[in-house]
């Protein structure tokens, strides 16, 4: 059979494709490393034609009521809901997640919508008499053209954490996808030109000069931001001296600690699920396990769960590839250098025999691995691997295991496994992190919480969902008004 030839993609702008630069690069299958297509890396000029159509539908589009925004947004959802599988497969395709992880990314990016969905009951604004005869009220309003520049590791969720908010504020949008998973976002793009005015949501592609430029245009009003947390860091400090609002989410190194009265089963399992479930690429993703005393009944069944995962897209053991190259290099490298440091591997991923086999034929493919260590020091259990790898480290006591978990840079999420009430309120009011679990090894709040770490996890001051996201693309509005004179006499009349 004949190979497919690599699709060729374009920026999305005005609800259709628009010439790029000619410079493309090439996107490759994480399943085997062949060109499934080409991304133009957008310029400067690339990027002003998506704000200018951003910036020309804005008067339209924010004039609208709520609920007229509502109702667009309901055809939105209606729309992507209808090819949710097509958009799965293509996430399947270009990212390398297994099946029900694909679907897992559009249904919780429509979860979003959904949410966004209830905006004219969320934002009404307040009115009261403040003094006699003097009212004030204050109203939502919209920024203008906001931008947003997201990751590869979800390629629909992540960037609807702000799409349909944003929009539903009256906002327009310009979103620059990641340059290693444009193909998702781009099929979105086409299909919501069917249901949406024209300019409100744009699609630019290109690599970090791309994301500098949305940064740096001065129409955009707001940038959010989902990545490393050395450039959210780079993008917060740039855009807060352009004037900018910004929020930028950074990395995160996420601790679970399993308690001696752990349900071991039920623990085992939720610790794999965490830890290798996307591979491991995710932001919420176990990255630490901190079991307090020895119970090596709950590591040998983690061992064994997580030598059970096979590679591949379809089944409840199987696991996809990661990214491309350069992630098999750093996660090898880690794993290399926790040996080199005297940690135990429990589990070798980069020697299990079927994911060695799928990367010999040319896919990105390692497999899950267990490392237990007797240094807190060692490079593992600080560092962001962003992959399927877990670190365990015993700890003596509730103590010694916060006091690990506290001295992370990071403040994503943190998970306490125990069947006590008491000891699982000790944790919650004790971790230094802003998403905290109780035998959820992933502990992300749906809608309406809101989703956001502190420290080195988020630079700004806003979450990205719920209601915080309502706040971070408007502001509050204030009027007082008075008509005639009133009777009683104050400050104000």
């Known amino acids: 059979m004949a190979l497919q030839s690599p699709q060729k993609l374009s920026n999305y702008v005005g609800n259709q494709a628009t010439a790029a630069s000619e410079k493309y690069l090439e996107v490759t299958s994480p399943h085997n490393g062949e060109t499934i297509a080409l991304v133009p890396l957008s310029t400067a000029s690339d990027v002003d034609v998506a704000v200018t159509s951003a910036k020309a539908a804005f008067g339209a589009w924010s004039g609208l009521t709520f609920k007229a925004r509502s109702a667009y947004l309901l055809k939105l959802y209606v729309e992507l809901q209808a090819h949710s599988d097509e958009l799965a497969e293509l996430?399947?395709?270009?990212?390398?997640?297994?099946?029900?992880?694909a679907k897992g990314d559009v249904a919780k990016g429509l979860e979003t919508l959904e949410y966004a969905l209830s905006l004219p009951q969320l934002t009404q604004g307040r009115v009261a008499y403040v003094s006699s005869g003097v009212q004030c009220r204050d109203e939502r309003v919209a920024l203008g053209v906001v931008g947003g520049i997201v990751p590869f590791n979800f390629p629909f969720m992540v960037p609807f954490w702000t799409i349909p908010i944003a929009l539903g504020m009256g906002?327009?949008?310009?979103?620059?996808?990641?340059?290693?998973?444009?193909?998702?976002?781009?099929?979105?793009?086409?299909?919501?030109?069917?249901?949406?005015?024209?300019?409100?949501l744009n699609i630019v592609h290109g690599d970090a000069k791309c994301a500098q430029s949305l940064v740096e245009h001065t129409d955009v009003r707001a940038?959010?931001?989902?990545?490393?947390?050395?450039?959210?860091?780079?993008?917060?400090?740039?855009?807060?001296?352009?004037?900018?609002?910004?929020?930028?989410?950074?990395?995160?190194?996420?601790?679970?600690?399993?308690?001696?009265?752990?349900?071991?089963?039920?623990?085992?399992?939720?610790?794999?699920n965490s830890f290798a479930g996307c591979a491991g690429e995710r932001c919420m993703a176990a990255s630490v396990l901190l079991v307090v005393g020895e119970q090596p009944e709950l590591v040998e069944r983690i061992v064994a769960k997580a030598r059970a995962l096979e590679p591949g897209t379809d089944g409840v053991r199987a696991m996809g590839p990661v990214i491309d190259a350069g992630a098999v290099s750093r996660i090898t490298s880690a794993i290399a250098r926790a040996e080199e440091e005297g940690a135990e591997l429990l589990l070798d991923g980069r020697s299990e025999p079927l994911f060695a086999e799928r990367r010999a034929q040319g896919g990105f493919w390692i497999?899950?691995?267990?490392?237990?260590?007797t240094s807190s020091t060692d490079c593992a259990l600080h560092d962001e691997i962003?992959?399927?790898v877990l670190s365990i480290l015993h700890c003596p006591n509730f103590d010694a295991a916060l006091a690990v978990e506290n001295a992370n840079c990071y403040g994503n999420a943190a998970c306490v496994y125990t069947q006590s009430g008491a000891s699982a309120e000790y944790?919650?009011?004790?971790?230094?992190?802003?998403?905290?679990?109780?035998?959820?090894?992933?502990?992300?709040?749906?809608?309406?919480?809101?989703f956001?770490?502190?420290?080195?996890?988020?630079?700004?001051?806003?979450?990205?969902?719920g209601d915080a996201a309502i706040e971070f693309f408007s502001f509050r509005r204030k009027i007082t008004t008075k008509w005639g004179i009133a009777a009683e006499k104050s400050w104000m009349n």
């Open 171 to 200: 906002n327009t949008y310009v979103l620059k996808p990641s340059e290693k998973v444009p193909m998702t976002m781009t099929r979105v793009a086409e299909l919501a030109s069917r249901v949406l005015p024209a300019g409100v």
């Open 367 to 373: 497999g899950p691995s267990v490392i237990r260590h």
């Open 386 to 388: 962003f992959g399927p």
């Open 427 to 450: 944790f919650t009011q004790r971790f230094e992190a802003a998403m905290i679990g109780v035998n959820v090894g992933v502990p992300v709040p749906r809608e309406p919480f809101s």
């Open 91 to 101: 996430i399947v395709r270009e990212h390398g997640k297994n099946r029900a992880e």
């Open 223 to 272: 940038i959010a931001f989902v990545g490393t947390s050395a450039v959210a860091e780079q993008i917060h400090l740039r855009a807060t001296q352009l004037g900018k609002r910004v929020l930028a989410l950074g990395g995160a190194k996420n601790h679970l600690v399993a308690l001696p009265d752990c349900d071991i089963e039920m623990t085992a399992q939720d610790v794999v």
């Open 452 to 465: 956001g770490g502190i420290r080195r996890s988020r630079f700004g001051t806003c979450d990205i969902t």
